[in-house]
């Protein structure tokens, strides 16, 4: 499935809305972040839900499984789902 | 004597852990290669003294962070005997890769499930048995918090030592290229003995988060818990503080005074007015770190700190900072000193130390107290408290300035990814022993510098031993006098310069050196530096006193928190040189329109 194909750009984290969840499907960030993400369980495969988002491009909130995560978009923008 | 380290994430409540094992006997340890403060304490398990080291927390054995090469250098260098893992046993998803990561290395290991009231709360099941089986290491659930399990996880901890193999350190290389395979069985042994139900959030914490993380309500309540936090200390210290001087009073005029009339007046004065004043200067900070401390506790382990950070990220980042970081800055408001050392919450240095150049000019009491008295004495009433809100303003700005202007120089890798725990509340024994190991480490480390520092203006203020103390002829006198083509441009007299270099030591002692210098009453004082300087001199040697060193304690600090003469260096000549240029730009400036 070639996401290209329909002209529309991959959908990252940074682009949900509080309430909407979805499936990481990579991250595309230097690697130490990707460690970092990882080790914070955020890894392909899991299911991630944004909670809320603080005002003026603040940071997410996210849950994943038991645990909450805050996040800013620049990182988020690294993380692929669909 | 055997060694354990412990080891986890961070929020796994490991240092409850720590602490509830070993009691207050931990102590700030050196290691070789280490460049953070790693607490141990020596217990007896069994029959035999144990050394228990406090690891910092860390997501990834494997990973970058400044935490993580700490743990990481620790295992390598010293031989332990056994790992202790502690996990939060509401997370085993992730938490038990960490375990993994540690297996791997080939130790003997314990792992401890904590928080595992919390777990049942929710209504997690782990199988703890099996557990145990599949990761082949003893497993206990535990609550270190309330000290559930303690117990059985001291008795699994001496067992496992008593049947270990000598010592080793780690060979941690060869473990990574083991984490993706790593992955798979975590999520076999997740599957198999962790039961989480659909929804396993605490209901308690998302209702208290709808308020208090509000769009619209969460900033100002924000600012309503700080300045609650905030009235809490300062109120509640004030007189503790006065409390303290009081009783110093009375020990040097009841005690220490009688004790040595016998002596030359100059020995005299030096055990009087350097040695006791010294002394004092340490002591009066303590009530201040004890209840700072106290009051810490219950944000940080309230889980409130997260919450802080999410609301001032937005503008935080912009600066280089995060939200904990505004959080210090405003508790610098009271004193700078506990602010300083509150910054240890921050993990990367680079934030820290970010942070830690920008709290010292947090108009702090000490100030308020020299510009209240200016202000009074130079300023119509109705100008008074303008001057002072301008003063206010100047803080902030001298702080955001110095944040933009440094945060590319002291640039830290290390993307905001907080956690953000449900809120707990921490126990009153968390809190004591907080405050009290707070203040325990400020007299070791910070007591012996502001003692020397004050000393050492003692002797400059003192000699050489005929001509009046402090006057122009005095040491001070000489090196106010050779700061004089400097401090000219400012609007800042010979005589006022002598007031700065004691200003050096404490703020609270630049009115008493004043009146000293002019050789008047307190009460008097008002009156002589009115009639000697106009507003635009006083209104430049304010803001000289506010962005200048705010005083000794807070250098002492400054250099116990970064362990870098370099950074120290920094952080007293940067606001020097800050300090000058706003002067001189006022002063220049307000001469120039004509005022």
């Known amino acids: 499935m070639d996401m290209r194909a329909h002209d529309t750009p991959v959908a990252t984290l940074a682009d949900l809305l509080p309430g909407q969840h979805a499936t990481i499907t990579g991250l595309s960030g230097e690697s130490e972040l990707r460690t970092r993400l990882q080790s914070l369980g955020l890894r392909p495969g899991r299911r991630v839900t944004v909670v809320r988002r603080s005002r003026f491009g603040g940071p997410i909130q996210i849950r994943l499984g038991t645990s909450d995560l805050l996040i800013r978009p620049q990182q988020a923008r690294t993380i692929f789902i669909k | ?595």
């Open chain 2, 1 to 595: 004597m055997k060694r354990v380290a412990l080891l986890g994430m961070p929020n796994t409540g490991k240092s409850t852990f720590f602490n509830r094992l070993t009691g207050a006997s931990a102590k700030v340890g050196n290691w070789p290669g280490i460049t953070v403060d790693l607490l141990s304490a020596r217990i007896l398990l069994g029959t035999e003294m144990v050394e228990v080291v406090d690891l910092p927390g860390i997501y990834n054995l494997h990973g970058f962070a400044e935490d993580e090469r700490v743990a990481r250098t620790f295992l390598e260098e010293q031989p332990v005997d056994l790992l202790v893992v502690i996990t939060n046993a509401t997370q085993l998803d992730r938490q038990l890769a960490l375990a993994l990561q540690l297996q791997a290395l080939g130790q003997p290991m314990v792992l401890l499930l904590n928080m595992i009231d919390e777990a049942r709360t929710l209504g997690i099941h782990i199988d703890q048995q099996r557990l145990a089986q599949e990761l082949g290491m003893p497993v206990v659930a535990i609550s270190a918090k309330h000290g559930m399990g303690m117990e059985q996880a001291r008795q699994a901890i001496t067992q496992a030592l008593h049947e270990a193999h000598p010592p080793r350190a780690a060979d941690i290389e060869r473990t990574f290229a083991e984490d993706s395979a790593l992955q798979t069985r975590l999520d076999a042994i997740f599957s198999a003995t962790v039961d989480v139900p659909v929804s396993a959030t605490d209901r308690l914490t998302d209702r208290l988060d709808r308020l208090l993380l509000h769009p619209w309500l969460g900033l100002p309540l924000f600012f309503v818990a700080m300045l609650g936090m905030f009235e809490a200390v300062y109120t509640l210290g004030a007189p503790l503080q006065d409390g303290v001087a009081w009783m110093l009073e009375r020990v040097k005029t009841g005690a220490v005074s009688p004790a040595v009339t016998a002596w030359p007046p100059l020995v005299q004065s030096f055990v009087l007015d350097g040695l006791f004043d010294g002394i004092g200067t340490i002591l009066s900070f303590l009530p201040i770190i004890v209840l700072f401390f106290l009051f810490m506790a219950i944000i940080e382990d309230s889980g409130y700190m997260s919450r802080a950070a999410f609301l001032m990220d937005a503008f935080m980042s912009r600066l280089g900072l995060d939200g904990r970081a505004f959080v210090m800055q405003l508790m610098g408001f009271g004193c700078n000193v506990p602010a300083l050392m509150g910054t240890r919450v921050m993990r990367s240095r680079g934030l820290r130390l970010l942070t830690m150049l920008i709290i010292p000019f947090s108009l702090c009491s000490a100030r308020l107290q020299v510009f209240v008295f200016f202000t009074t004495a130079i300023f119509e009433p109705w100008a008074a408290p303008l001057v002072l809100f301008s003063l206010y303003l100047f803080s902030f700005g001298a702080a955001f300035l110095t944040a933009v202007l440094y945060r590319r120089r002291l640039a830290h890798a290390e993307p905001l990814l907080l956690e953000l725990p449900p809120y707990r509340f921490p126990t009153l024994r968390q809190m004591w022993l907080r405050g009290w190991r707070e203040v325990t480490h400020f007299l070791r480390e910070a007591s012996g510098f502001i003692l020397f520092g004050v000393v050492l203006v003692w002797i400059l203020t003192h000699f050489p031993k005929d001509v009046p103390v402090a006057s122009p002829e005095t040491l001070a006198g000489q090196l106010a006098a050779l700061f004089e083509p400097l401090m000219q441009p400012l609007g800042i007299d010979h005589l006022m310069t002598i007031a700065l270099l004691f200003g050096f030591v404490a703020k609270e002692v630049v009115l008493g050196a004043l009146a000293v210098i002019y050789g008047v009453g307190e009460s008097e004082l008002a009156g002589i530096v009115s009639s000697r300087i106009d507003w635009v001199q006083a209104y430049s040697f304010m803001l000289f006193v506010l962005i200048y060193t705010p005083c000794l304690s807070t250098v002492a600090v400054l250099k116990q928190e970064s362990k870098s003469w370099r950074f120290t260096a920094l952080a007293i000549g940067w606001p020097l040189l800050l300090a000058w240029v706003v002067s001189f730009v006022f002063y220049q400036g307000a001469r120039w329109l004509g005022l």
